[in-house]
DNA sequence: TAGAAACTATGATATTTGTCATGTTTTGAT
DNA sequence: ATCAAAACATGACAAATATCATAGTTTCTA
């Protein structure tokens, strides 16, 4: 099995700043774990017992709303934690994970990651801003949440999944989501999501291939949200 | 001035695990400052030096809109901290935050805050676990934006306001709201948070006095959210 | 305590978004 | 390659919410 100690994704998480002794540790007991598209990873109310590190591929955090549908939170790609958040506050998780595309993921068990919290301050220090960052992040989602339109936000994501996920070589959006996950994660009907994704093509500010989008006028885009 | 050996505040937030010797140091160098209803005590964009402590009073985080009008994200009463997300990730604020109420905070610089972060694992785990917190409940108000109406919304915040800051002897809410406060909380317009009030008071759910206002039927309140 | 300013109230109307229905296209498994 | 399932598309209509206008009430201050 690979070490934790080659492994590229450590370099964007916390994970970069322990010691090589530390390191070491983590990768003895790690395990490497798959799973294809539309496999829940956890589900919301589990209790973990350790956190994942995604290799490669995208994760979503979901939570089931009271009608039925799911509202998705956050999209994480490599490198991203999950579950960290339940482990440190030892909460049940209150969101689903599920793999949107094929995923390979690190699971650390949670002694591992509360052992190295308490013996190294600049793990914990790393961690600390992250989740400050996170915090930021929501409270910012929110607001766009409760003062955009449903237009805007979904401008917003477009650019954001191209900016974070990149494209193909014919300017394809790399990450593929059906429209229904756009509109769980703008927070809107599925064919709202549809309709204005319509509006979009015939200004020329999109265009599509089946389920594959690429953005044809990014300062259009931008000039709406 | 007061010490902070002897602050009930302390007793609330991340504070209590420091030692009497960490104590006796923020103590030493914090300062106290009052502010009045409607008092701006730091702006969006704005660096801090220090982080602030509620110790009577209620402050709200807002955050200003495109088009001129401001949400507000979170309401603080005593106990808890200002500023310590933007302190720790070592950024701008992204927040105003504004007394609600005459208000009195106790400011502690950001050297203190950071050197015990550094020096006592037990404070910094639990900051770590407050900023956890913090996390999903932004999460779970990110939510409730997108998948509840106005109306449930602004139900949830009359439970919160008189579940958190309490109700006077003759039960109306002890923290005193504008319609425009309650809106700006709920994401809706002024018009909307009156009209579904004044629909409340129609349905025997509550009652009023001026701004005052009191709920009278908590159960039937309940079953709207 | 009078008067201004801020706040509350409510109607009329416009806009945004959701829901239901129905048909077409794309995708993926055999 | 074929077929069923999933996803996309679009119209018609309903519901929720915003906006504008206007008037009454409360609060605060001089």
Partial sequence: MSKCEQCISRQLNSMKTLTTEELRQVSACKSTRFYKKGDVIFDEGESLNGI???RSGVAKLTKLSANGKDHTVKLLGKGELLGQRS???DERTNLSAVAINDIELCYVPKDQLLTHIQGNNAFSLDI???LATDLRGAED???????KSVKQRLTEVLIYVQNTFGHDSEGYLSLVLSREEYASIVGTATESAIRILSQFKKDGLISTTGKQIKIENLEGLKRIG
């Fill in 87 to 89: 482990v440190i506050s």
């Fill in 52 to 54: 994942f590190c995604v």
């Fill in 141 to 147: 989602d929110l607001i766009n949440m409760a003062q």
């Fill in 128 to 130: 600390l801003r992250n």
